[in-house]
């Protein structure tokens, strides 16, 4: 198995940046597409981004894309979504999680793997 524990996220004002990490451990990340979803009150979890297990080829939802990039850096078994031009809608829990299955995996379902999330918020 591998666990999972995001970081990095915190209040921010709108227009600004934050960067999420969500370090590994119990397996190498190398073995996982990786992909960050969100989810705010009262609304279904939403994909945000996915990378496959190479790091070769990414996917972002609509909302994010031009201000949002996944990245992972598997010699340090993290992977990260560093978020810019932040909007007041990107309010929301940020949750990390690993997939075994093929690669640019865009539902939550595809996901074996989740953290416990990092809350980000954007003010005004």
């Known amino acids: 198995q591998v666990q999972l524990v995001e970081s990095g996220g915190g209040l921010v004002q709108a227009g600004g940046s934050l960067r999420l990490s969500c370090a590994a451990s119990?397996?190498?990340?190398?073995?996982?597409?990786m992909g960050w979803f969100r989810q705010a009150p009262g609304k279904e979890r939403e994909f945000v981004a996915t990378i496959a297990w190479s790091g070769g080829s990414t996917a972002y939802a609509d909302s994010v894309k031009g201000r949002f990039t996944i990245s992972r850096d598997n010699a340090k078994n993290t992977v990260y979504l560093q978020m810019n031009s932040l909007k007041l809608e990107d309010t929301a829990l940020y949750y990390c999680?690993?997939?075994?299955?093929?690669?640019?995996?865009?539902?939550?379902?595809?996901?074996?793997?989740w953290g416990q999330g990092t809350q980000v918020t954007v003010s005004a």
């Open positions: 999680a690993a997939h075994t299955g093929p690669y640019m995996q865009r539902q939550a379902i595809s996901y074996g793997y």
């Open positions: 119990g397996r190498t990340i190398s073995n996982y597409g």
